[in-house]
């Protein structure tokens, strides 16, 4: 990468002197010289040097006034400045503009090849680290979809539970929740037969894009994935806060009918729908991506191309709590972490939801226990020395105690000092 410098000096035999410093060695090329700060900014315009070297006492317009404005040209561009002066007033003020390094009259070779070095090194350097992050940069836009989708696979299965974390990836994606429907879709092929011609992958990503397509049409925004394990197709759909709830369900439901029609004319197939309740919760998408897909479940056994929005069947759905695998993991890392503050987040966001009942909050403690129990058999990275050293027995007992209690705030109490007890015991024995 060769380097394009420009000099400045108004005596002749300074300036053909600097001319003829040996640049090559340096990969550096003198474009462009002048003889004032005036004919400099104009030169620096049509050739735009990395470097320029001036004199600083010049007529018209001296080396400070020029250097402020060539800053303003090209704020990256090195200046190195050449003097009879040396002092600390003078110093403050080339510093002050942008200066990066000067050198005294009359000029030692042997000290302007050690700052020539220098300072092409470090533009090298700073274009190598502009190169790489702005490589990095097109390569994070390029993969852009893949990570919206990674979003929506994380909130849908409550990966993502934390207000800060959530909020960094908005703002990195520029994708805002404020208020969500999750729809499942089940494809099912008509006589599991695929169009003519058409491989199962662009089929696939026909879906993905369809679907994508039409929810876009009634949302601010749209985020869709696959999940093989279910064989669906999962959106969340964002919509305006100020949007009435009625709207929001209405227009929901006629895009579902809308790709109901698409997929069977275009890729002959029926598309089975789940719609969950609006939520402006960021943290408890899991929850609505549960219901959607029970509604889902519900309409295989109804007709063939069903609708199900969960406000219908809730009744009739008795709540329970489901931790999701996201949960559990949190729940366990923040053990290992021994982090009190946080387990007991856990543990009042599981059981405070109002409409849970103490008996479900109850099985659900026994699972959450069990998971901690089985955390060092399931873990590779434990040895097994370690294994036989992990200490539960605070678990243990704890199982037992959890049917005694009457109300969640007992339990809830009661889960956080068992934990704090667990992390107690196993820092001790580490020690």
Known sequence: MELKVMILDDEFIILDGLISFPWA?????????????????????????????????MPGMNGLDFAKEAKKIDEK?????????????FVQEAIRVGVKDYLLKP??????????????????????????FKELDEKYHRAIPELRQ???SDLLRGYLQDQKDIAQIEASLGCVLE?????????????NICPQGVEPQLLHFSYSNIFEEVFGTICRDVLVEYDVMTMTYNALLIFQRDRSDFECTTLCESACLKLQKLC??????????????????????YQNFRDAMIACDQGEYLKEEAIIQFFDIKDQYRKKIQLSEGQMQKII??????????????????????????????????????????????????????RQEWNFASLLEGFGKIDRFQNKDELTNFMVKTFELLMIQNHNDGD
């Open 25 to 57: 060695e340096y990969k550096c090329n003198v474009v462009a010289t002048a003889q004032n700060g005036l004919e400099g900014l104009e030169k620096m315009k049509d050739n735009r040097p990395d470097i320029i070297i001036s004199d600083i006492k």
């Open 77 to 89: 561009v090195t200046i190195i400045f050449i003097s009879g002066y040396d002092n600390f007033e």
């Open 107 to 132: 000029v030692d070779y042997g000290n302007m090849k050690q700052v020539i070095q220098k300072v092409t090194d470090e533009i090298r350097a700073n274009r190598d680290e502009m190169d790489y």
């Open 150 to 152: 990674k979003f929506a």
């Open 179 to 191: 208020k969500q429907i999750v729809v499942v879709g089940r494809v099912h092929q008509i006589n």
């Open 264 to 285: 069977s004319k275009y890729c002959h197939s029926r598309v089975i729908f789940g719609i969950s309740l609006l939520s402006e919760d960021k943290t408890t998408i």
């Open 333 to 386: 890392c923040d053990i290992i972490n021994q982090d009190n503050e946080k387990v007991r987040e856990d543990m009042e966001r599981i059981f405070g939801a109002e409409e849970i009942a103490i008996e479900s909050a109850k099985l659900v403690a026994m699972d959450i226990i069990m998971g901690c129990v089985k955390y060092p058999m399931t873990c590779f990275v434990f040895d097994n020395d370690i």
